[in-house]
């Protein structure tokens, strides 16, 4: 069994059956989280040395339980956890919530340690093997006590004599000339020769992740599971390890966009006034003009109809948030993104210069290959120098084969030709296709675009392809006039927006859904190659506004 990124959810390798009792987890709407003061951590033990029960996990020193109940059982009826947390009625502690979080640290814990100990058990059979029996010492033979000979029986060099020959020493040392070394010693020392023991060695980021202390981090993020509807036995490390990115990545973002918002509502009910400067807020964030309109008009409709307290406001607004992101993914025809199997899928990634296309390939390959997905890279980025050096880097990194032509200045056409005979005939199921970076004003350049789409319809009628945009979050509304202009040009059907974690923009994501009404399909929030995951609205909108 492995981890389908794409859907969220186990499944099994390539060549086994796929149950269908499994229902897929489609990223969507979900019920509202609970106020983070809820799963605070507070002051707690080690979680490390606690035991793996559930009950002698660290408890938060702020969450006893105002009735004196007890929490050990994460259900009333003490028979399984709940599968959703509702939101707490009350301004307290939500008690279920904490307990359901207790039962997942508990069990991942207990996964990693035996996955530890599954590891550490054939090293400490086979280094036992290899030990030797100790060898029987022979008795030791008497020896000979050896008469002392002339020359020990001389007088030794007093201290002056031994400072004059040390200082003769130096001296010969310090006037000999000096021998240069062999050229083929020095050669090794002018190049650089620890850089193929480098790039032998495994990226570290390539790491699996490991489960952290039980802290603020974890408990935001299995609270966002739970109010997804997953039970605690079904969330997996690599959904906590990822939300704790993506919250870290949308720091810049959230540090500027929350403390307006919470200084613009303050401890009072909403008010008309107050609707201006959280348009001011908005629109510093780049969240565009129609988006931002969207939010202040059905806020007003609120207002009109009840006062609405400053909770409220933003519970409301995570809602409207949510929306706006939803609906182009649920106006496409396939609003899940993902490769589809005992098929050929073939993935464009188009751009301009400097979005990040390459290396956002080089992480979908990574994705789909731990998804159990065959995959296939065609390195059709032929005018950029060593591109297709970087494209077979990230192949060798996941282990991907690269269809490339040496020649410089190729037919991107021509490598893309290639690259879809060669997965047909090994029955790969997903082409990610590398392109050349342009700029979205280049007539020529988009016409070899519209070269490459035909060469795939041509030769896999078949394939389901999709045209991906790769845009950096930091170029905020320039990405946005890039979306709308490849949109026109080169037939989009989803966008990837990247480098969430170096920018404070990213409310550019609400602005492409919005104006150029483009579904987000994945998101990059680092530079790991595990920094890119499907995008999910309900988990961006609460990481953008955690805190």
Same mark, same amino acid.
């Given at each position: 069994?492995?981890?389908?990124?794409?859907?969220?959810?186990?499944?099994?390798?390539?060549?086994?059956?796929?149950?269908?009792?499994?229902?897929?987890?489609?990223?969507?709407?979900?019920?509202?989280?609970?106020?983070?003061?809820?799963?605070?951590?507070?002051?707690?033990?080690?979680?490390?040395?606690?035991?793996r029960d559930?009950?002698?996990?660290?408890?938060?020193?702020?969450?006893?339980?105002?009735?004196?109940?007890?929490?050990?059982?994460?259900?009333?009826?003490?028979?399984?956890?709940?599968?959703?947390?509702?939101?707490?009625?009350?301004?307290?502690?939500?008690?279920?919530?904490?307990?359901?979080?207790?039962?997942?640290?508990?069990?991942?814990?207990?996964?990693?340690?035996?996955?530890?100990?599954?590891?550490?058990?054939?090293?400490?059979?086979?280094?036992?093997?290899?030990? +030797?029996? +100790?060898?029987?010492?022979?008795?030791?033979?008497?020896?000979?006590?050896?008469?002392?000979?002339?020359?020990? @029986?001389?007088?030794?060099?007093?201290? @002056?004599?031994?400072?004059?020959?040390?200082?003769?020493?130096?001296?010969?040392?310090?006037?000999?000339?000096?021998?240069?070394?062999?050229?083929?010693?020095?050669?090794?020392?002018?190049?650089p020769a620890p850089a193929p023991a480098a790039s032998a060695a495994p990226p570290a980021d390539a790491a699996e992740p490991q489960l952290g202390a039980f802290d603020d981090t974890f408990t935001w993020s299995v609270e966002v599971l739970a109010a997804q509807g997953r039970a605690a036995d079904e969330v997996s490390l690599e959904e906590i390890d990822w939300l704790g990115r993506l919250r870290q990545g949308l720091e810049k973002t959230r540090r500027g966009f929350v403390s307006q918002l919470l200084e613009t509502l303050g401890d009072d009910p909403l008010t008309p006034e107050l609707l201006e400067d959280l348009e001011t807020t908005l629109l510093r964030a780049d969240v565009g003009v129609s988006a931002t309109d969207q939010v202040l008009e059905a806020l007003r409709q609120r207002l009109n109809q009840e006062v609405v307290d400053p909770a409220e406001g933003i519970r409301f607004l995570k809602e409207q948030l949510r929306g706006i992101l939803e609906r182009p993914i649920q106006e496409s025809d396939r609003p899940l993104l993902v490769p589809e199997r005992d098929r050929l899928n073939v993935w464009l990634m188009v751009g301009v210069n400097?979005?990040?296309?390459?290396?956002? %390939?080089?992480?979908?390959?990574?994705?789909?290959?731990?998804?159990?997905?065959?995959?296939?890279?065609?390195?059709?980025?032929?005018?950029?120098?060593?591109?297709?050096?970087?494209?077979?880097?990230?192949?060798?990194?996941?282990?991907?084969?690269?269809?490339?032509?040496?020649?410089?200045?190729?037919?991107?056409?021509?490598?893309?030709?290639?690259?879809?005979?060669?997965?047909?005939?090994?029955?790969?199921?997903?082409? %990610?296709?590398?392109?050349?970076?342009?700029?979205?004003?280049?007539?020529?350049?988009?016409?070899?675009?519209?070269?490459?789409?035909?060469?795939?319809?041509?030769?896999?009628?078949?394939?389901?392809?999709?045209?991906? %945009?790769?845009?950096?979050?930091?170029?905020?509304?320039?990405?946005?006039?890039?979306?709308?202009?490849?949109?026109?040009?080169a037939g989009l059907t989803g966008v990837v927006l990247t480098k969430l974690d170096g920018s404070a923009r990213g409310g550019v994501a609400l602005a492409v859904a919005s104006e150029a009404g483009l579904p987000i399909r994945f998101i990059g929030a680092g530079e790991g190659i595990r920094d890119l995951r499907p995008f999910n609205s309900f988990e961006f909108v609460e990481a953008l506004l955690s805190g």
């Open positions: 069994m492995v981890f389908d990124w794409f859907r969220r959810k186990a499944a099994p390798a390539a060549g086994q059956d796929v149950p269908p009792s499994e229902a897929e987890v489609v990223p969507g709407p979900a019920p509202e989280l609970a106020t983070e003061s809820a799963l605070s951590p507070g002051t707690e033990n080690d979680p490390a040395a606690a035991p559930q009950g002698a996990l660290p408890e938060p020193a702020s969450s006893p339980s105002p009735d004196g109940a007890s929490r050990d059982d994460p259900s009333p009826d003490g028979d399984a956890p709940p599968a959703a947390v509702p939101p707490p009625a009350s301004g307290g502690v939500d008690q279920d919530t904490l307990a359901w979080a207790r039962e997942a640290y508990a069990r991942l814990k207990a996964q990693q340690e035996a996955a530890r100990s599954q590891t550490e058990a054939p090293q400490v059979e086979a280094q036992a093997s290899e030990v +030797p029996e +100790p060898a029987r010492r022979p008795a030791p033979e008497p020896t000979a006590v050896p008469e002392p000979s002339n020359a020990e @029986l001389a007088p030794r060099p007093s201290l @002056l004599e031994l400072a004059a020959a040390q200082r003769a020493e130096r001296q010969q040392a310090l006037t000999a000339p000096t021998e240069e070394p062999p050229p083929e010693a020095a050669e090794p020392a002018a190049g400097g979005v990040g296309k390459t290396t956002t %390939l080089g992480k979908l390959a990574n994705l789909a290959v731990r998804s159990g997905y065959s995959c296939l890279i065609a390195a059709a980025d032929t005018f950029r120098a060593a591109a297709v050096e970087q494209v077979r880097v990230w192949g060798d990194r996941s282990h991907v084969p690269v269809i490339a032509n040496p020649s410089a200045n190729a037919d991107p056409a021509a490598v893309v030709y290639d690259a879809i005979g060669a997965a047909r005939a090994q029955g790969t199921e997903l082409v %990610l296709v590398d392109t050349a970076g342009r700029l979205q004003t280049k007539h020529n350049l988009m016409e070899e675009l519209a070269k490459v789409r035909r060469i795939v319809d041509k030769l896999a009628p078949e394939a389901a392809v999709e045209s991906l %945009l790769v845009l950096d979050a930091s170029q905020g509304q320039n990405g946005l006039r890039q979306a709308m202009a490849f949109a026109s040009a």
